[in-house]
């Protein structure tokens, strides 16, 4: 499995940015997929996630102002980004994993697939 990660950019704080992130190797559209972000100096934090193609799930930092969503006929997952603050700024990674339960969504550890990171700034 492969992951490519793209998207990251400049923005100011109330700004939009979509993250994309292609996967290849995928053998069935039930892996879990999801978005993680590392800020300088901070642990690498969990962001949202598509459970097992179905469910979404959000941390509660970016509820309300991030979007996630899923496109198997593309292989890609998405991170509709909007009301973006400085806080935001960060690494943003996208994971997969075949056989995550429901409760290791949020843990980075549990993810078996990594792509590289995509840069996000947000400037007050």
């Known amino acids: 499995v492969q992951l490519q990660a793209s998207g990251g950019g400049s923005v100011q704080a109330g700004g939009s940015l979509r993250l994309s992130c292609a996967a290849s190797?995928?053998?069935?559209?039930?892996?879990?997929m999801g978005w993680f972000r590392q800020a300088p100096g901070k642990r690498r934090e969990f962001v949202a996630a598509?459970?097992?193609?179905?469910?979404?799930i959000y941390a509660n930092s970016v509820k309300g102002r991030f979007t996630i969503s899923r496109d198997n006929t593309k292989n890609t997952l998405y991170l509709q980004m909007a009301s973006l603050k400085p806080e935001d700024s960060a690494e943003y990674y996208c994971?997969?994993?075949?056989?995550?339960?429901?409760?290791?969504?949020?843990?980075?550890?549990?993810?078996?697939?990594w792509g590289q990171g995509t840069l996000v700034t947000v400037s007050s």
């Open positions: 190797g995928l053998t069935s559209n039930r892996y879990t």
């Open positions: 994971a997969a994993d075949a056989t995550l339960i429901l409760s290791s969504v949020r843990t980075d550890d549990q993810y078996d697939y």
């Open positions: 598509v459970f097992r193609g179905v469910n979404t």
